[in-house]
């Protein structure tokens, strides 16, 4: 009999000490917001998805896509769009980043789209090594020659496009004041290699 105020003991100290154990908490913490990215770092993840496609696809061009729903920094997007040719085939294929999902087919991470014909001259193509230049540096190189317009067009968006010139080497970023270059009229030619300022456009 003296056993059993022991026995007792022993099973309330373990249900005191199971309360006592923390309890798991069901809240999950907040995801952080979503944030613009670099255009290198866009560039680099959308071509990784494109050589699964064709491992010797070349570049044919790349622009930023802005979105109402993630803040705008200057020198970086919330989406991206890339389309890469496959010369040997004669065909391009499209590709989109996002750090969100959106309306008009936009996903978030990288999509890939159809792949299309293609008929572009071979000049307007470059290989996915040559861009070296991430699009932060290339605004601060191109905001060096903007001074003047910048003063008078303070906050204005900034949109960046990569592509081919045949002028220049090596393919170079176009960095654009306004929300697209049909709105545009003024930009500034930044190599994608080197980082060199290239030609201002008014």
């Not at 907040?30 to 613009?36: I, L, S």
């Not at 866009?42 to 050589?51: C, E, G, H, L, Q």
């Not at 991430?134 to 960046?160: N, Q, R, W």
Request: contains cysteine.
């Amino acid at each position: 009999m003296r056993k059993l105020p022991f026995l007792s003991g022993c099973a309330l100290a373990l249900v005191l000490g199971g309360c006592s154990q923390p309890a798991p908490t069901a809240r999950k913490e907040a995801e952080n917001p979503p944030e613009p990215i670099g255009g290198l770092s866009a560039f680099w993840k959308m071509y990784a998805v494109a050589r699964a496609w064709d491992p010797d696809c070349e570049v044919l061009k790349m622009s930023s896509i802005p979105l109402s729903q993630v803040p705008a920094v200057r020198g970086k997007a919330a989406a991206w769009g890339a389309t890469f040719v496959s010369p040997f085939r004669g065909k391009t294929r499209s590709f989109t980043f996002s750090v969100v999902e959106d309306e008009g087919n936009l996903h978030k991470d990288v999509f890939a789209g159809p792949e299309e014909s293609w008929s572009a001259a071979p000049e307007q193509m470059f290989p996915a090594l040559a861009v070296k230049i991430d699009t932060g540096a290339a605004l601060e190189t191109a905001l060096e020659k903007a001074v003047d317009y910048e003063k008078k067009h303070s906050g204005k968006p900034i949109s960046m496009q990569l592509e081919k010139v045949k002028k220049y080497q090596e393919p170079v970023w176009r960095i654009i004041w306004g929300d697209s270059l049909q709105t545009s009229d003024f930009s500034v030619y930044v190599g994608a290699s080197t980082g060199e300022y290239e030609e201002t456009l008014h």
